[in-house]
């Protein structure tokens, strides 16, 4: 693995591999056998957007290997008030032994993981969200038994958002099938997308549910984008997830979502709350994953 883990660009397919593994394993063994790889280690989480999963599972997390967590709220560091983001990374590579980070500014992350000695885990910004997607990732593997071109999963919302991004990554890593339907002006970065043979970009939500095995939807207005609210729920009206959509799909699709879910917005209530919807498992995968990763990194 790579010192910090910032994108899915970080990791290589046995690098996934081995998180997988690993965080099978500790999945299975949890609350039985006693793994404290970070004993004597402290961890800084910065937040300087809301979590409920991010945050939680890391705490827990890093409790669990061993280590001890500090939860720092951005806002209330010397950064939100003109410190560099070099001379915190100095700082805090002093005292810490890794950073989790949650923040605006993908290209402040990158800074920070450059200068600091430490590793770096990105726990979300407005361009990535590496986690929740290895999380999605073994989530798809555990139903599936395998992450490969054999599966198709939809997008459906904003093609440019932190979710969407991510998932582009994640489907040149493994070479699934990856759909995003959205509407234009929000289609995916076909620089992101580089020429990837296994991802397109399909306007029509319907012609995009053709075969899929996972449904994947995120919120309309991301955290950062607020302004924006009224003109987004208009623009992604016709990309909700709901049971239509499930009548052109493979007979056992499934429906992911990273959460928080708006029901009635981005998702139904009826596929949130249906037999189909695997986002408790998806969410649970969070903390495993995480811990596998902080293993490798910390
Ligand atoms: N999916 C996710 O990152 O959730 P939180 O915003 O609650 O951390
Ligand atoms: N795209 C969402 C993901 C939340 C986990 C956001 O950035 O708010």
Request: proline share 3%; with cysteine; hydrophobic share 40%.
């Amino acid at each position: 693995m790579k010192k910090d883990l910032l994108t899915l660009r970080d990791i290589s397919r046995d690098d996934l591999e081995n998180i997988f593994e690993l965080a099978t394993k500790l999945k299975r063994e949890r609350g039985e056998v006693s793994y404290t790889p970070l004993a004597g280690k402290s961890i800084g989480l910065i937040f300087a957007k809301s979590s409920t999963r991010t945050r939680v599972s890391f705490e827990v997390g890093v409790g669990e290997l061993g280590g001890r967590p500090l939860y720092l709220d951005q806002s209330k560091m010397q950064v939100g008030r003109g410190e560099t983001i070099a001379d915190t990374a100095n700082v805090l590579s002093r005292y810490l032994h890794g950073i989790v980070i949650r923040t605006f500014s993908h290209a402040g992350v990158e800074e920070l993981a450059r200068v600091a000695t430490i590793p770096v885990i990105n726990a979300l910004t407005d361009e990535f969200h590496p986690c929740q997607i290895i999380a999605d990732l073994l989530t798809i593997k555990e139903y599936s038994g395998r992450v490969d071109r054999s599966v198709r999963l939809a997008f459906y919302g904003d093609g440019r958002s932190n979710i969407a991004n991510s998932l582009i990554l994640a489907a040149k890593l493994t070479g699934m099938e990856l759909v995003i339907s959205s509407p234009e002006g929000v289609e995916p970065d076909e620089k992101l997308i580089g020429g990837a043979s296994n991802i397109l970009w399909e306007k029509d939500p319907v012609k995009a549910a053709s075969g899929v095995d996972y449904f994947y939807t995120d919120v309309w207005v991301s955290m950062g984008f607020e302004e924006e609210r009224a003109e987004r729920m208009k623009i992604f009206t016709p990309y909700q997830v709901n049971s239509r959509l499930f009548e052109s799909a493979k007979k056992d699709a499934k429906f992911l979502h990273c959460l928080p879910a708006h029901r009635g917005e981005e998702v139904s209530a009826d596929v949130m709350d249906s037999p189909r919807s695997i986002v408790f498992d998806e969410a649970e995968n969070r903390l495993h994953v995480q811990k596998a990763i902080m293993s490798l990194l910390f």
